[in-house]
């Protein structure tokens, strides 16, 4: 009975104890990592009123020829992924080359952008374009080796 009362006594300390601890991941800096909720803002679908859960938006690139060395290559395809920060990320494949850069938007004008993106073989493009919505959008973007095309962004 001595022994009973014993356990329980500490299983109860233990659980006094440790009650109020709970564990968090932290990343090699010491900083807690846990999944942050999206940002909120007051709806352009449904009601106005309600706050709507906004993440990162990814949305197609296609690129269709302006000029004759591109319609060598054809349409080119991609993806870029606004963060609905004034940024974003830009991908595509163009003649076996995986091209990756970053989108930004110009400042004092919340539409319109520039892309630059480069290939681990050195190729690089640059583009200007304008959104016509957060998931839609124009422009023009010409490669290192003179291709121009009409950028055409999601759908």
């Known amino acids: 009975m001595k022994k009973l009362m014993k356990n329980t006594l500490i299983v109860l300390s233990l659980t006094v104890m440790l009650g ?3 564990v968090l991941p932290m990343d090699r800096y010491g900083n807690p990592v846990w999944p942050t909720p999206p940002p909120t803002y007051k709806g352009q679908v ?3 009123s309600a706050p709507q859960k906004v993440g990162p ?3 197609s690139a296609r690129l269709y020829p302006d000029s004759e060395l591109a319609a060598e290559t054809g349409v080119v395809t991609g993806t ?3 963060m609905l920060t ?3 990320r830009f991908n595509l494949s ?3 080359e995986t091209y990756t850069g970053e989108a930004t938007r110009v400042s004092n004008d919340s539409r319109r952008g520039v892309a630059s993106a480069f290939s681990p073989k050195g190729g690089y493009m640059s583009c200007e374009y304008q959104m016509n919505t957060p998931r839609q959008g124009a422009g023009t973007c010409i490669f290192s080796n003179g291709a121009k095309y009409k950028l055409h962004l999601g759908g």
């Open 20 to 22: 109020g601890c709970y």
């Open 46 to 48: 449904g009601t106005p």
């Open 57 to 59: 938006i990814t949305i």
């Open 80 to 82: 870029v992924t606004n």
């Open 86 to 88: 004034g940024k974003g």
């Open 94 to 96: 163009y003649k076996g």
